[in-house]
């Protein structure tokens, strides 16, 4: 029969990944950022023929409010 065991850990698990993932806190905000700065991809996955109406929906205005604003090609 297999054994078990716990270990616990000294560090606790988002801390490690945090670590491995570089994460930082932010120390101040970086307010807004102006549209025409931010990349912004929308992407078709394999996956986007089984997308739900309300997820395509989604993805439709997201498309049409970026191309309307005049500062993103789409």
Do not use: F, H
């Not at 297999?2 to 491995?20: F, G, Q």
């Not at 807004?32 to 929308?42: R, T």
């Not at 078709?44 to 997820?55: F, H, I, V, Y």
Request: aromatic share 2%.
């Amino acid at each position: 029969m297999p054994s078990y065991s716990k270990a616990k850990r000294s560090v606790p698990l988002p801390l490690i990944l945090a670590d491995i993932l570089s994460l930082k806190k932010d120390d101040e905000s970086s307010g807004d950022i102006p549209l025409e700065e931010v990349p912004v991809a929308l992407i078709k996955t394999p996956m986007w023929p089984q997308a739900g109406r309300s997820t395509v929906a989604a993805m439709n205005c997201a498309a049409a409010i970026l191309k309307n604003s005049g500062k993103a090609r789409v």
